[in-house]
Nanobody
Framework: QLKLVESGGDSVQAGVSLTLSCVAS????????MVWFRQTPGNLCEGVAA???????LYDDSVRGRFTISRDNAKNILYLQMDSLKPEDTGLYSC???????????????????WGQGTQVTVSS
């Protein structure tokens, strides 16, 4: 049974870095597309970074240059390195996985079938 478990969220000051992890079980992340989403305090749900099976990446304009998505295929873990955090980065961060293998990239919620419970990131000014 597929399970995604996120960790690494914290309450931090603006300008610092955090790394989020998403451990997958019952699923091989190497062969598919995955994404990091966040739900903001205003209940806006937005895709921030995606990676496909070819390790190509896609970022939302709001995080490009500050966030880096990557994965360790041997450990079956997806990461999100977040640098220069801003208060507007506050939210519940969840990882998502596609059901089928492919080389596509998407920040759309409905492109993914499996989700973790999320880890909270709070950035204060």
């Amino acid at each position: 049974q597929l399970k995604l478990v996120e960790s690494g969220g914290d309450s931090v000051q603006a300008g610092v870095s955090l790394t989020l992890s998403c451990v997958a079980s019952g699923y091989i992340i190497e062969s598919t597309s995955m994404v990091w989403f966040r739900q903001t305090p205003g209940n806006l749900c937005e895709g921030v970074a995606a990676i496909n099976k070819d390790d190509e990446t896609l970022y939302d304009d709001s995080v490009r240059g500050r966030f880096t998505i990557s994965r360790d295929n041997a450990k079956n873990i997806l990461y999100l390195q977040m640098d220069s955090l801003k208060p507007e980065d506050t939210g519940l961060y969840s990882c998502g996985a596609a059901e089928y293998s492919g080389s596509w990239l998407s920040l759309r919620f409905h492109s993914y079938s499996y989700w973790g419970q999320g880890t909270q990131v709070t950035v204060s000014s």
